[in-house]
C-alpha cells in the first residue's frame, strides 16, 4: 500500500514539474505584449486611423449612383377609338433608370488637409501604439527583476537560518 502511494505522489510530482517551464525576460515580455488588452485596442486605433486615411485620400475620387424602379398598376383601362370610349381591365407598367456621377473639383483645401490631419492621426496612433508596448515591457521588466530580487533575498534568508542552525 504504501509503494502505490509513493509511486502516486512520483507520477503527481513529475507530472507537475512537467508542465513548468522556464520563463526568460524576453519570453515574458513577448507574451504579454502579445495578450495585452491595451496593446490590442492601440492596434485597432492604428487599423481605424489607416482606415480614415484611405477614406480622406479616396474622396477625391468621383462617385457614382445608380437606381433602377419599376412599377406596375392593375385595374380598369378607359381607352378612346374612334370617339367611342371603351373601358377594360389591363395591366400599365413602368420602368425608370437614373444614374448620376459627382466630381469634388475645389472644396476650399478641405480634402488636402484632411489628408494631412489624417496622416498625423496615423502617426499619432502608431507612436502611442510603440508606447504603450515600451511601457508595458518596462514594467515586466521591473516585475521580473522584482522577482528576481525576492528570489536572492529568500536564498540569504535561507543561508542565514543555516548559519543560526550552525550557531545553536
Not at 81 to 90: H, T
Request: aromatic letters at 8%; one cysteine or more; charged letters at 20%.
Amino acid at each position: 500500500m504504501k509503494s502505490y502511494i509513493f509511486l502516486l505522489s512520483f507520477a503527481l510530482i513529475g507530472m507537475s514539474s512537467y508542465g513548468q517551464t522556464k520563463w526568460s525576460l524576453r519570453k515574458c515580455i513577448d507574451y504579454a505584449v502579445e495578450n495585452n488588452i491595451e496593446i490590442k485596442q492601440q492596434e485597432l486605433q492604428v487599423k481605424s486611423s489607416e482606415i480614415d486615411l484611405s477614406t480622406s485620400k479616396n474622396s477625391r475620387l468621383p462617385n457614382l449612383n445608380g437606381s433602377a424602379r419599376q412599377s406596375f398598376n392593375f385595374g380598369q383601362v378607359i381607352t378612346m377609338e374612334s370617339n367611342e370610349a371603351r373601358s377594360g381591365s389591363g395591366v400599365m407598367g413602368s420602368t425608370l433608370f437614373g444614374l448620376s456621377s459627382n466630381t469634388p473639383l475645389f472644396t476650399g483645401f478641405k480634402i488636402t488637409h484632411q489628408i494631412k490631419r489624417d496622416e498625423l492621426n496615423l502617426k499619432a496612433a502608431t507612436e502611442n501604439l510603440n508606447k504603450a508596448k515600451d511601457d508595458l515591457s518596462l514594467n515586466v521588466t521591473s516585475l521580473y527583476l522584482e522577482a528576481l530580487f525576492k528570489k536572492e533575498i529568500l536564498k540569504v534568508y535561507s543561508e542565514q537560518v543555516e548559519l543560526s542552525k550552525l550557531q545553536v
